[in-house]
């Protein structure tokens, strides 16, 4: 059995220097840890903790109920170790935080790279729908129902891809009809 009483002391100290410095920080502009860290996209630190503080209520609750399993323990303990090291280095570079420009001006391309770029999907997207014409082909082809799913598969990531492509050609004509307007 493993004791988690430390850990538990050392997230109460996170939760309440995390809402300390929220609280003279204020929210950040963009969430502060990535997706696959912390579930919530919080842009505050007391979330973040409130969240670890639910990971370690659930790893004891398993392993009272005899339920955890070595590989799902070391999976747990590994994402909190991770978690709990990202909020002690956001609150060690507080003071280096705060010197940070609030808004960093925003890099603008050339109307020539967004040109070059529409051009570059434009040719991705005939590509794609020439390989979407020559896997369509070979599924009437196909002899087995192991291949036709796997060029159906195949085409379906295809037409995927095509309405990706579409979709980013929308935008960067949008953004030339917008910066044409301006002048």
């Known amino acids: 059995m493993i004791d988690l009483s430390r850990l538990k002391t050392l997230i109460e100290q996170l939760q309440h220097q995390a809402e300390e410095a929220d609280r003279l920080r204020g929210e950040a502009q963009r969430p502060l840890f990535d997706q696959q860290l912390f579930r919530h996209r919080s842009k505050l630190?007391?979330?973040?903790?409130?969240?670890?503080?639910?990971?370690?209520?659930?790893?004891?609750?398993?392993?009272?109920?005899?339920?955890?399993?070595?590989?799902?323990?070391?999976?747990?303990?590994?994402?909190?170790?991770?978690?709990?090291?990202?909020?002690?280095?956001?609150?060690?570079?507080?003071?280096?935080?705060?010197?940070?420009?609030?808004?960093?001006?925003?890099?603008?391309?050339?109307?020539?790279?967004?040109y070059q770029d529409l051009n570059k999907h434009k040719d991705w997207e005939r590509r794609l729908k020439l390989m979407l014409r020559e896997k369509e082909s070979l599924l009437s082809r196909c002899s087995s129902q192991f291949e036709q799913q796997q060029s159906q598969k195949e085409i379906l990531a295809l037409e995927g891809r095509i309405s990706r492509c579409q979709a980013a050609l929308i935008t960067l004509e949008n953004e030339i009809n917008r910066r044409e307007r301006k002048g």
């Open 45 to 114: 630190l007391a979330p973040c903790v409130t969240e670890i503080a639910q990971e370690l209520a659930t790893l004891q609750k398993e392993q009272q109920a005899g339920r955890l399993l070595p590989e799902r323990t070391q999976h747990l303990c590994e994402k909190l170790i991770a978690q709990i090291n990202a909020i002690q280095r956001e609150l060690a570079t507080q003071h280096i935080r705060k010197n940070e420009p609030k808004q960093a001006a925003k890099w603008q391309r050339s109307i020539n790279d967004v």
